[in-house]
């Protein structure tokens, strides 16, 4: 087991996520010493998820769709969110903001983007935002980074999550970079942002967690994840 496979396992089952949610094995790490899947499952350089860990989620189709068409005709995609919204998205799928109202689920809710930059006046933030680009989707206006503290030790990391997610094509609308600045070299900025409206037309299927070792000074707004 590499360095990063044990932290994600540590990190993931302190989060006590319900039993089911997440496959029991299958979980792929794509930090550079292990296995890649480059050129394999969709993974193209442009959207490989180096340095990631991705757990994989237990699928159930939206209705009227079946797995095998949407693990054969929809497309990989990005959604950047917080370790704090995961269960909750587990529980439910990706939803728009409006729709996780009718549900009553605030704490899934706000703030649902941290940043909006250069938007055009039309712009609707009661969508789902997605992005091709891993990059794209962890910046910080989309993915809140969260200081966990190791027991054992006492070191603290940065830890970042994002959703692997298909998306059925047709289903979404492709904008220009709204994050305040240009993330990923692979991708243009005029067609980095995807958005849709359809929840049924977006599932999730891996959990991708990402650490980076900082010194924690405390903190405003959320505590220190201890694992
Ligand atoms: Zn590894
Ligand atoms: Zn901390």
């Known amino acids: 087991m590499c360095g990063l496979e044990r932290l994600a396992q540590s990190v993931i089952s302190s989060l006590k996520l319900p039993y089911g949610f997440l496959k029991r094995d299958g979980h792929v790490c794509f930090c550079q010493g292990c296995q890649t899947y480059l050129g394999r499952a969709g993974f193209t350089s442009y959207n490989y998820p180096e340095d990631w860990y991705l757990f994989r989620v237990n699928v159930s189709a939206p209705p009227g769709r079946s797995l095998e068409e949407i693990s054969n005709n929809w497309e990989l995609c990005y959604h950047g969110t917080e370790i704090s919204r995961l269960e909750s998205i587990l529980r439910m799928g990706l939803k728009t903001p409006g729709e996780c109202y009718l549900h009553g689920n605030r704490t899934n809710v706000l703030p649902w983007r941290f940043k909006i930059y250069n938007a055009p006046d039309d712009f609707d933030a009661d969508r789902i935002f997605l992005s091709p680009s891993i990059r794209y989707a962890s910046c910080d206006s989309f993915s809140l980074p969260y200081c966990c503290k190791r027991k054992k030790d006492g070191l603290t990391y940065r830890v970042k999550v994002v959703l692997m997610v298909h998306i ?25 942002e995807w ?6 037309s977006v599932v999730v299927m891996g959990v991708l967690v990402k650490f980076e070792r900082y010194q924690c000074v405390g903190h405003v707004g959320f505590p220190c994840l201890n694992f």
């Open 168 to 192: 059925r094509p047709g289903s979404y609308a492709v904008s220009a970079n709204t994050s305040g600045g240009s993330i990923d070299p692979w991708y243009s900025d005029n067609s980095i």
């Open 195 to 200: 958005a849709t409206n359809e929840s049924n």
